[in-house]
């Protein structure tokens, strides 16, 4: 197994190896919190369905979207909040948020896939959506649901966004 490195602090570097359930040895971590409680997904079968995870101790455990194909875990918080996107059964990608354990799925209107991608202290959240040209757009969702779409570079083609902090300043 080949170790992932998920963040330098300084001279220590956090590793672990890829999830237990990985059949296409491609474990991705994709977030950390200040607990060091990673999240991220691993794919399995054909490679085409995704599990989401979450690692504390050296334990995985999985965690799916309830009804959901396919589950990316995005991003955690410090205080265990999380974010992503998930695959229904009809092939719809909209983006979620756990917020207290309770998950609330989301999409920006005419979106095939809205991903979220970040999820800050104040439960807003920053990500890319996939409109129906193909074309990727930013977004943020404030922590009571309003979405705020296109989020767009000036003069680009496409806008991803990948990140914000506590000020809700985003990167992409």
């Known amino acids: 197994m080949v170790p992932i490195v998920l963040r330098e602090t300084g001279l ?3 590793q672990f190896n890829i999830d237990p359930n990985d059949t296409c040895n491609s474990t991705e971590g994709r977030g950390i919190n200040n607990s060091r409680l990673v999240c991220g997904d691993y794919g399995v079968g054909d490679c085409t369905i995704s599990h989401g995870f979450f690692l504390t101790h050296n334990s995985f ?3 799916d979207v309830p009804g959901s194909t396919t589950t990316l875990v995005l991003e955690v918080n410090n205080i265990g909040d999380f974010a992503g996107e ?3 059964t009809t092939g719809f990608g909209p983006g979620f948020v756990s917020i207290g354990g309770i998950i ?16 800050n202290s104040s439960n807003q959240t ?3 959506y996939l409109d129906g ?8 969702r404030e922590a ?12 680009s083609t496409q806008t991803l966004l990948f990140g ?8 992409g």
């Open 164 to 171: 914000n902090n506590d000020s809700n300043w985003m990167v």
């Open 12 to 14: 220590q570097l956090m």
């Open 86 to 88: 998930f695959t229904d």
């Open 61 to 63: 455990s999985q965690f």
């Open 144 to 155: 009571n649901g309003v979405l705020h779409f296109p989020v767009d570079a000036p003069g």
């Open 126 to 128: 920053a990500g890319q």
């Open 104 to 119: 609330t799925s989301f999409s920006v209107p005419g979106a095939a896939f809205t991903f979220a991608y970040q999820i």
């Open 133 to 140: 040209s193909e074309i990727f757009h930013g977004f943020w």
